[in-house]
């Protein structure tokens, strides 16, 4: 039997879009039957357990659906809790219901981030990830951040880009914009970064090659300073030092298979990254 919290969430096909300062603004977020049916799990889970936890959509499942577009990638930020405790605790209830369900945790890359791990669950057949929310520090030298957990400001300021930054707060059924600019941004078909551009780059040069791919995937025009910063010959550094083949190919894997593909490049030209994307061993550069 669905609770009263449940109930209102499956029999509503689409929800008001708010800014978290009460500015209104006209989209609106439709969800799929689907989405309604996991959301009403996860508010069914909060009621039975009695949790004050606030549960979030976030990144890129908020911005395509502002967007008007499908996804299929539903990432879940916990404020205040872990997502290994929030996964036992959907398994324990749904399991009761007679359902057959279970999580697997991601691991972290740093010891030191045990509780900071995402837990991954498949509820309606949806791969939906848990996490709790976090802030990020960097030191010189190194794109692995030390990850703390945070509040949603924090959380929304860590990411590569604005349009990128939104939540759904699915106890509220609204949408947050905690950054202030992400819903505008989106308006505007601007690409932007939280942060300064440049700190945003240095930080996790994988950030430039992520904000190219988002620029020429939505045809978005970049602001000035953002430019700017992927022009920066330390940005170019950090790519070579500190990224691995590994998400240079996944990122690259992800532009080149977008409909920009060629803009994309252009803009890999226009950055001078060509030439240390792909690197060609010099035994093959001659006959």
Known sequence: MLNRVSRRLLHRSSFKLIMVDNKSATPTIVLTEKERQIFATLMEVLDTNG???????????????????????????????????????????????????????????????????????????????????????????????????????????????????????????????????????????????????????????????RTIRFKNRFDFTPVSELLEAAANPDVKDGICQTLSYESIVIELDKMLRGSNAHKAIADLHKFNLLSILFKFPEDLLYF
């Open 51 to 209: 949790l004050q936890t606030v549960i979030r959509a976030n990144g890129g499942w908020v911005r395509d659906k502002v967007m008007g577009l499908e996804s299929d990638d539903i990432d879940i930020s916990l404020d205040g809790m872990y997502g290994e405790d929030f996964a036992k605790m959907i398994t324990e209830h749904l399991t009761k219901k007679g359902e057959q369900v279970s999580y697997k945790v991601i691991k972290s890359k740093s010891d030191k981030s045990k509780h900071l791990e995402t837990s991954s669950i498949k509820l309606n057949g949806q791969v939906v990830d848990l996490v709790n929310l976090r802030s990020e520090t960097y030191s010189s030298g190194s794109r692995i951040p030390q990850i703390e957990a945070g509040t949603p400001l924090q959380d929304a300021y860590r990411r590569d880009l604005t349009i990128n930054s939104l939540f759904y707060n699915i106890n509220e059924q609204t949408v947050e914009d905690w950054t202030g600019f992400g819903l505008q941004d989106i308006k505007d078909r601007v690409i932007r970064t939280p942060l300064p551009p440049l700190q945003t780059f240095l930080e996790d040069p994988l950030r430039l090659l």
